[in-house]
């Protein structure tokens, strides 16, 4: 019994074989044209529904990560910053961390890049299959406080080690702290540590601050120690990106007065 395409379409559909349903007359249409055989047309529609099918998995990754959007390296300014560790961070980007489990912190000066390295990374990261957890520091704190009030701290804490990289960025940017911000954090490390989960963290105080920023000189040195064990450590120095883009601002804005 003959079916239109529509109906084909629909069926393949009410299989969840969304791929195949989009491409379907578009193969169709090849076969006939260049006399394609019914197993190689049988071999692309397959390859459309796997293509489809990895698209919307990384897209939900992506929409659970908490990252706020997709930068990548093509458009960051090296020759603005030559002093970056440019070799350092290419190495980031191309995963090879993730698969030997290692961490990495991005230490150095405000406005160096550093939020952008760790967001092109976990997009990276994203791209090849990994599971990533981002959060700003101060969203991340918050996060833990209240899943500690409403009972969903062991939720939060699965889900944290369950990311095959979890970052933490901007840590130290607000001075204020909540109490158990030594503990909250050192549990987080502990746990990722021994699951062999990588860690990335970036701040623009030095690691020798943080004992007195987490007002807990203990925790600090057990959190540094797991860190630094299988960790990466990035020194950032040079000139603000910010300030650039605010000079390129009201250069433009000065011109149209």
């Known amino acids: 019994m003959s079916r239109t395409m529509e109906e084909v379409e629909k069926q393949l559909r009410a299989l969840r074989l969304h791929g195949m349903a989009q491409t379907l007359q578009a193969r169709c249409l090849q076969a006939q044209q260049g006399g394609t055989s019914a197993l190689d047309v049988l071999t692309q529609l397959i390859q459309d529904e796997l293509d489809c099918r990895h698209s919307r998995l ?4 992506f929409s659970v990560s908490g990252l706020d959007e997709r930068k990548v390296m093509q458009d960051f300014d090296w020759s603005y910053n030559p002093r970056l560790p440019k070799q350092e961070i ?4 191309s995963g090879k961390f993730l698969h030997n489990a ?13 939020s952008h390295i760790a967001k092109a990374v976990s997009h990276a990261a994203i791209q090849a299959g990994y599971q990533v957890a981002y959060r700003e520091a101060q969203c991340f704190f918050e996060d833990i406080f209240e899943a500690a009030q409403t009972g969903k701290r062991k939720k939060l804490f699965k889900l944290f080690r369950g990311a095959d990289l979890l970052v ?6 607000q001075k204020r702290l909540p109490q158990t911000a030594a503990d909250d954090l050192l549990d987080v ?11 990335m963290i970036t701040s623009n105080r030095p ?3 943080w004992g007195k920023l987490l007002d ?3 925790a600090a040195s057990a959190i ?10 990035l020194k950032f120095e040079g000139k603000s990106y910010r300030l650039k883009e605010a000079s390129k601002r009201l250069a433009v804005e000065k011109k149209k007065i």
């Open 58 to 61: 990384i897209e939900r990754r």
């Open 90 to 93: 290419l190495e980031l980007i």
């Open 102 to 114: 290692d961490d990495a912190l991005l230490i150095g000066h405000p406005g160096t890049g550093k």
């Open 168 to 173: 933490i960025d901007d840590l130290f940017l």
């Open 189 to 199: 490390i502990l746990d990722r540590y021994r699951h062999r989960k990588s860690t």
């Open 207 to 209: 690691i020798e601050d």
């Open 216 to 218: 807990d000189n203990a």
């Open 224 to 233: 540094l120690d797991r860190l630094l064990h299988r960790g990466h450590l």
